[in-house]
């Protein structure tokens, strides 16, 4: 019988986990799925479906689940969703799908993203060798960016018979899935075969050209001959908070950090080449999803006390809750409501601690959130070696900068409308977090989506 | 695709190497950089683009075996493909508006990148004073390239091997004080050179341009590793830069942070000589 509760994720434990990098959650067994499954009422009118951002026939999939028809699932999921293995790992589904499930009203949701996951595993596991298309007829367009947005836009325009060229700036695609999110939260092996699926539908990969630079995207429509060019670029420019002593050596951006330890394998150093600095004690500052990833790597990299810094409580917290559980789990030292001020350093630059200020919460601000306010005279000092900054990028500049016909946001967002990309230069859209802000992959995907179908119409009436 | 197409040894440790990239070459300017890869575990290496030929679709590096890195890089034969190579990155130097005589200086190494600097600001019609400077006379290179670019070229020596015993600065500062009417400088070399000619050009109240070697990832923007202070705001060297007005570049910092990694450097020189797999 379906219980009350959602089938529980197997994980890796927690002592054992901190020990490697290993996926630490490890996915459901066939029966559990179908059990899982079962616990869908199958509603008529599914809210879930409208929460999910690019429309995925919940019901549908989950059905053939508790059917035992896992290619059925598979199927139907990527009629709406090119990557199911991704986003079943790292969609936030308690905001979107499982948020609005019926079935959660009164007991737990059903395990949506769960299931995605197990679909998408169960087709990577029999998944027959596809042989590869070549798209030489269709029109040309060029996709800016390998990361979920853009990849997702590459895909669909691929399946409408367009040529397809992906541009990647560094000399791995997969954008965030590669550099950012780690290989324990979601396996750089599954990145790279839904990134060979998009191959095989003919999408060809360009790696090492950074558009803006090596090419503008002027020259790509007027010298190279793509019709539409779809922008999607990420949000890579680390903040940091501007406090005295953020340039001493030990400080990070997460970005930085993660890009080393994820895309460039220091944690494997010397056998690879880079390095990183690990640090005995470690301080992660914010408390979002990027901000656990850091710490958890940091921990995993061996070192002794990792503290999350955040200025505000528990509750206003950004990052998802599973994965709030499990850094705690894996014995992250969370100081909330503490305010770094000055990163401390010796006379060789090197850090040394992390002075801080407590904080209470007052009123509630701009953002809806109660408003972090300083505890007079609270100052004190944490001890630390390595300081991670955590607290957000904003658009990366170079492709604005190069192309001034694009209008972008006081902040440096390629403006762009929501629904369709369209953006202020004609054959030019934009999606995901370039043109949002960091959001999620999910959201990016969608993005990406709304595009392709967008850039469809436009070269269609051209 | 980046193949070694020539190579040379221009000392023990330092080599130059004409790679071909014709999309690089087509958009290189003066002050831009590339960063490569050379094997799948390989870390990614900014290195200055030091000439570049746009019909013949190639660039010029030159670079000083230094890591394990730099010295496997080294172990690459013409014909060899460097695996990973990205750029122009980087904006190309600001040179001063309006300037008729500017003194380009190069330190050790420094004379690649500063020699697209010269050559372009020649081409436009700038005179150009030159001055080199090396510890030894053997790692002195480009003598002929900056002195086709030059009205003079002023050769120092830390141990008098050749041409002047002394520093760039020595010969910098006679230069000024001899009022030969000289609008800017730039200056590229290690970080102690950089910031001795800005502590004297500062004195005189002259433009002065350096170019920093930072350390960087992506060399986009994206990892921020490259945080130098220009005045009192942080900025990327990797994309504001790798120029900038000297007489704003925390130099003290800059040299901190370049020795952010030599506990990890030591451990890969342990291996080297490992063979190559």
Not at chain 1, 172 to 197: D, S, T
Not at chain 1, 355 to 382: A, Q, T, W, Y
Not at chain 2, 65 to 85: C, F, N
């Amino acid at each position: 019988m379906a219980g009350t509760k959602k089938n529980p994720m197997p994980c890796q434990p927690g002592e054992e986990r901190v020990k490697n990098f290993l996926e630490v959650a490890l996915g459901y067994d066939e029966d559990v799925a179908i059990n899982e499954a079962k616990r869908c009422i199958q509603c008529k009118n599914p809210k879930c479906v409208s929460g999910c951002p690019v429309g995925i026939e919940i019901p549908k999939f989950i059905e053939k689940i508790a059917e035992g028809d896992f290619q059925g699932a598979i199927d139907t999921l990527k009629e709406k969703n090119s990557l199911p293995a991704i986003c079943g790992r790292v969609c936030p589904q308690e905001e979107q799908c499982e948020k609005v499930c019926i079935v959660g009203i009164k007991n737990e949701p059903v395990g949506i993203g769960r299931l995605e996951r197990f679909a998408a595993d169960w087709e990577r596991k029999n998944r027959k060798e596809q042989s590869k298309i070549s798209n030489t007829e269709g029109k040309k367009v060029a996709i800016v960016g390998s990361g979920p947005a853009g990849l997702t836009c590459a895909g669909e325009l691929a399946k409408m018979g367009y040529q397809v060229t992906i541009f990647e700036a560094f000399h791995q695609a997969g954008g965030v899935l590669m550099y950012g999110i780690p290989e324990f939260r979601l396996p750089k092996e599954i990145v790279q075969e839904e990134i060979n699926a998009l191959l095989n539908l003919g999408v060809e990969l360009k790696t090492n050209v950074v558009i803006g630079q090596t090419i503008t995207i002027k020259e790509l429509m007027e010298e190279e001959g793509y019709e539409a060019v779809f922008v999607g670029s990420g949000a890579g420019l680390p903040y940091f908070l501007n406090i005295p002593g953020e340039n001493l050596n030990g400080v990070y951006s997460a970005n930085e950090f993660l890009t080393r330890v994820n895309l460039m394998r220091a944690y494997l150093h010397p056998q690879w080449d880079t390095p990183v600095k690990v640090g005995k004690k470690v301080a992660v500052v914010g408390a979002g999803n990027v901000a656990m990833d850091a710490a958890r790597t940091a921990k995993r990299l061996g070192a002794e006390d990792v503290y999350i810094v955040y200025r505000r409580s528990e509750d206003e917290m950004p990052a998802r809750i599973e994965e709030i559980h499990h850094a705690k789990e894996e014995g992250i030292d969370f100081r909330l409501l503490t305010n770094p001020m000055e990163v401390l350093g010796n006379s060789e630059g090197w850090v040394t601690g992390l002075k801080c200020l407590k904080m209470e919460l007052g009123e509630p601000d701009s953002s809806g959130r109660r408003r972090p306010v300083p505890i007079e005279n609270s100052e004190f000092e944490l001890d630390v070696d390595v300081v991670i900054i955590a607290i957000g990028q904003g658009p990366n500049p170079l492709i604005p900068r190069s192309t001034p016909e694009l209008q972008t946001s006081k902040w440096g967002n390629i403006t762009a409308d929501e629904s369709t990309g369209n953006t202020s230069m004609e054959g030019v859209f934009a999606g995901g977090d370039v043109v949002t802000g960091a959001a999620t992959v999910i959201k990016a995907m969608g993005a990406g989506k709304n595009a392709a179908v967008a850039m469809d119409q436009y070269i269609k009436n051209k | 695709m980046n193949k070694i197409l020539q190579k040379q040894v221009l000392a023990p440790t330092l080599k130059q190497i004409i790679v071909e990239a014709p999309l690089i070459a087509k958009k290189a300017k003066a002050g831009q950089f590339v960063i490569l890869r050379i094997h799948e575990k390989g870390e990614r290496i900014p290195l200055t683009i030091a000439d570049y030929d746009r019909d013949n679709g190639t660039i010029t590096m030159i670079f000083q075996e230094v890591g394990s890195s730099t010295k496997r890089l080294g172990l690459l034969e013409i014909g060899d493909e460097i695996l990973d190579l990205v750029g122009p990155l980087g904006q190309p130097t600001e040179h001063p508006a309006g300037a008729k005589r500017i003194v380009c200086v190069g330190g050790g190494v420094g004379v690649a990148p500063v020699y697209p600097e010269a050559k372009e600001l020649h081409e436009s019609g700038v005179e150009i004073i030159s001055i080199v400077g090396a510890r030894n006379e053997e790692l002195l290179f480009y003598l002929d390239n900056m002195k086709a670019v030059s009205k003079e070229l002023h050769v120092t020596t830390d141990d008098g091997s050749k041409g002047r015993k002394g520093f760039v600065t020595d010969v910098l500062k006679e230069l000024i004080e001899s009022d030969k009417g000289i609008d800017a400088v730039i200056a590229i070399g290690p970080m102690p050179m950089m910031k001795a000619v800005s502590d004297l050009t500062k004195n005189y109240g002259l433009k002065t341009i350096v170019s920093l070697n930072s350390l960087m990832v992506d060399g986009t923007g994206m990892c921020g590793g490259c945080r130098v202070t220009i005045g009192n705001e942080t900025k990327f060297a990797c994309i504001d830069g790798p120029a900038f007005d000297a007489h704003e570049v925390d130099f003290i910092e800059q040299m901190r942070r370049l020795r952010m990694y030599q506990i990890e450097e030591k451990v890969e020189d342990c291996r080297c000589g490992e063979g190559m797999e």
